[in-house]
């Protein structure tokens, strides 16, 4: 019996690899086995197409490649130049953008770049222009000095993390909370939505550099035209990170008010998450940062990986076909389907429901936190992450809620019948699970856990992952 193209490529990598190091062959069919036996509800992951996963695994990973197509620093990029040059081009198709950015290496690179770019574009100083004008290593320590100041203290309003914002908009853990004097925005605590009068009443007290929209567990769209309105009112630079909801904007589910990038100053997203590519990360602007966006590297970026630019290129590619946008309606049935099920069975849910991909349960209901949560659930095959609500009770580590997406499931071909399967999953185990001595103790019967990863495994039989690629 002869072997598909991609059963064969995978099966003859991992012999090569095995001949080296064999814990490492190991480890990677044990990933598959595992991915393929559970129900992945991670709203921040996917699974990538089997030609997006062979493009990084190739001699582009052997290539320097600093600085941008036909300007390298580094002789030889000819190659480079054209899958990074493909990558751009797809991406700025695929989403109407001026400018495409391809080089980040993940989504804090690409905000990074994002912030530095703002930076450099908008805060005027003599040393600034010198540094513009001349090079880094003619600058005098006083123009560093004054360079230093410049920069530094401006200004950021982004979204609060309890509600939904990211650890890059700001919050002091991360680079962007040392970078820029921060404020956050938070959400109504009635209706847990974003209230944008009190959004603009906070940009005008605060008068920040840059307005940051955008979440990693918000369950609702956003209104970009509206938070557009707001920056230009302080004069604010308006960023946009739309990292989770990318493939939504793609597949032309988030249209008008709701597509950020022609309401944005710039844009900033990973490539993995719904829009289904390698893990990566992207800039869009238009021509006005264009030039400080491409200085991304050597400026916040060490050598491009040019293997991922070629990933990236052809997950871009596959999202421009017809049948994405079909994709990214589905994932936006089965979420809304997911929260339907969940809250008929009594689950308290942050906003009541969703718009986006993503679900956001408030598991205080059930007497547990987030962290009894999550690993009760991945006793049982269910695969989420804990994740803060607003007003959280139990901080950011242990948190009272459970965030839950269906970008990876829908790729595996469930439909809304699956979903609500898997709500009657989740709550079964959250019901019987009962708190322990501390905030991450429980107690779930295990016979109980052993039933619930069997039916989930059962659900997915039909839906089978990665079904061309047999590693025998």
């Known amino acids: 019996m002869s072997l598909n193209a991609e059963s064969t490529a995978f099966r003859s990598a991992l012999e090569v690899i095995r001949a080296v190091e064999p814990r490492v062959a190991d480890a990677i ?18 699974y990538a197409s089997p030609a997006t996963l062979l493009a990084m695994g190739n001699w582009f990973s052997d290539k320097y490649a600093e600085g941008t ?49 703002i930076l450099a574009d908008r805060v005027e100083s003599p040393a600034l222009k010198k540094a513009q004008v001349r090079q880094v290593n003619d600058l005098t320590e006083a123009d560093w000095f004054a360079l230093r100041r410049e920069l530094g203290n401006q200004r950021m309003l982004g979204m609060s993390l309890d509600a939904g914002g990211h650890l890059t908009h700001g919050f ?27 959004v603009a009443e906070a940009a005008r007290e605060f008068k920040p550099l840059i307005l940051v929209a955008g979440y990693s567990a918000y369950p609702r769209k956003v209104n970009f035209r509206i938070m557009r309105e707001i920056a230009d009112s302080v004069g604010a630079t308006f960023m946009v990170d739309m990292a989770h909801f990318a493939g939504l904007v793609a597949g032309k589910v988030f249209t008008g008010d709701f597509d950020p990038v022609p309401h944005a100053h710039i844009v900033t997203t990973t490539t993995h998450k719904s829009l289904r590519g390698p893990r990566g990360g992207m800039v869009l602007c238009g021509p006005e940062l264009a030039d400080q966006v491409d200085r991304g590297c050597p400026m916040v970026l060490g050598g491009p990986l040019p293997h991922v630019m070629a990933a990236k290129a052809v997950a871009l ?5 017809p049948d994405f946008a079909d994709y990214a309606q589905r994932i936006v049935d089965n979420a809304q389907a ?71 499931l829908t790729t595996r071909g469930l439909g809304v019948a699956e979903m609500d399967a898997t709500a009657e999953l989740i709550h079964t185990v959250l019901s019987q699970t009962t708190p322990g001595e501390s905030k991450a103790k429980y107690v779930l019967d295990p016979a109980l856990a052993d039933k619930i990863s069997k039916q989930a495994n059962e659900l997915l039989t039909g839906f089978p992952l990665y079904p061309a690629v047999d590693l025998g």
Not at 33 to 44: C, Y
Not at 317 to 321: G, K, T, V, Y
Request: charged share 20%.
């Open 29 to 46: 069919g044990a990933e598959l086995a595992d991915q393929r036996e559970s129900l992945k509800l991670i709203a921040s992951e996917n």
């Open 69 to 117: 197509v036909g300007r390298r620093f580094y002789a030889g990029c000819q190659n480079v130049d054209t899958v990074e040059a493909l990558a751009a081009e797809h991406a700025k198709e695929l989403f109407g953008a001026a400018h495409a950015y391809v080089q980040p290496h993940s989504g804090i690179d690409a905000n990074l770049v994002a912030f530095w770019a």
């Open 172 to 198: 002091r853990p991360n680079i962007s909370g040392k970078m820029f004097d921060q404020r956050s925005y938070g959400t109504d605590p009635a209706t847990g939505l974003i209230d944008y009068d009190r």
């Open 317 to 321: 590619a596959e999202a421009r076909r």
């Open 338 to 408: 997911l929260a339907e099920g969940l809250v008929r069975r009594g689950t308290k849910l942050v906003t009541g429901g969703t718009d986006n991909h993503l679900v956001l349960l408030d598991v205080s209901g059930y007497g547990l936190t987030g962290r009894q949560a999550e690993q009760a659930l991945l006793d049982s095959g269910i695969v989420t992450n804990r994740n803060a609500v607003p007003q959280d009770p139990n901080g950011a580590w242990y948190t009272s809620g459970i965030r839950i997406g269906t970008p990876a």
